[in-house]
């Protein structure tokens, strides 16, 4: 079983950043995607970004581009999703998932690319 553990949420006000952290479970050579997604109340889960495990290949949603950095460590098998410029809409319950399949990110922004999933961690921006 794949394990992926969140952490790095936290609040902050308009402007300021955050770094979120992925700690996965699972060896580089087997993860072919990994993402973040986010999800605020009363709004469906949104891909914000991913990163293509082999190459470092990297995906972004329009919301976030040029403001969200997703990068890796594979020798601590780790991901991060570096946040600056946060906005009060950026607040959500943000979480990272996992993709074994030989897809890759061919459709990183969508939820049923991953096979597994963080517990997730809460981001509040206040403006």
């Known amino acids: 079983q794949v394990q992926l553990v969140e952490s790095g949420g936290g609040s902050v006000q308009a402007g300021g950043s955050l770094r979120l952290s992925c700690a996965v479970s699972e060896s580089t050579y087997r993860r072919k995607c990994m993402g973040w997604f986010r999800q605020a109340p009363g709004k469906e889960r949104e891909g914000v970004a991913a990163?293509?495990?082999?190459?470092?290949?990297?995906y972004y949603a329009d919301s976030v581009n040029g403001r969200f950095t997703i990068s890796q460590d594979n020798a601590k098998n780790t991901v991060y999703l570096q946040m600056n410029s946060l906005k009060p809409e950026d607040t959500a319950m943000y979480y990272c998932?996992?993709?074994?399949?030989?897809w890759g990110c061919g459709t990183w922004w969508l939820s049923r690319t991953y096979n597994y999933w963080g517990q997730g961690t809460q981001v509040t921006v206040s403006s």
């Open positions: 998932a996992a993709n074994l399949t030989p």
């Open positions: 990163i293509t495990s082999a190459t470092g290949s990297t």
